[in-house]
């Protein structure tokens, strides 16, 4: 009985980092998506890799969380429904051609990084859909600290 115990404490001990990934993800997936849009892609990861330079995120646990999504919607309605009307904050916008896969030093994990056009286009793409990435980032606790990557 103790062995069990210990084991799945063990268990529940280090799969912590991902289990509050995985929670993470789930918001950014659960919010509804706007009208004529679908995911195509989604996907999440978590580290001490992210962003930040090419050290990554100073050693603070980060997890990042993606959807591509197609839209008829414009350019200016995406943005504004990820950046301007929601009730989650920080969304990272990219349209197709604008957004960039980074990698870590060592190829593990990737995230995206990009530039959301400040004057987006109003061009409906009725018929035409366009692809955008929508993602977010956020440094979480981990119990394994600076040693989280470790663990993943």
Do not use: C
């Amino acid at each position: 009985m103790i062995i069990a115990i210990l084991a799945w404490s063990s268990y529940d001990f280090f799969s912590k980092d991902k289990k509050t990934a995985e929670e993470f993800a789930n918001k950014l997936y659960s919010y509804p998506l706007p009208p004529d849009t679908e995911i195509i892609d989604k996907g999440f990861d978590y580290g001490v890799s992210y962003g930040g330079g090419p050290w990554g995120s100073g050693g603070q646990p980060t997890v990042v969380a993606y959807m591509k999504l197609s839209s008829e919607l414009s350019e200016r309605k995406l943005i504004d429904y990820y950046k301007i009307n929601s009730s989650l904050k920080d969304f990272e916008v990219y349209f197709k051609g604008d957004e960039e896969i980074i990698e870590t030093f060592d190829g593990k994990k990737s995230w995206y990084e990009g530039k959301t056009p400040s004057n987006p286009s109003k061009k409906s793409n009725e018929g035409e859909p366009i692809e955008l990435i929508v993602q977010k980032r956020t440094i979480f606790e981990s119990p394994f600290g600076d040693l989280s990557d470790i663990f993943h």
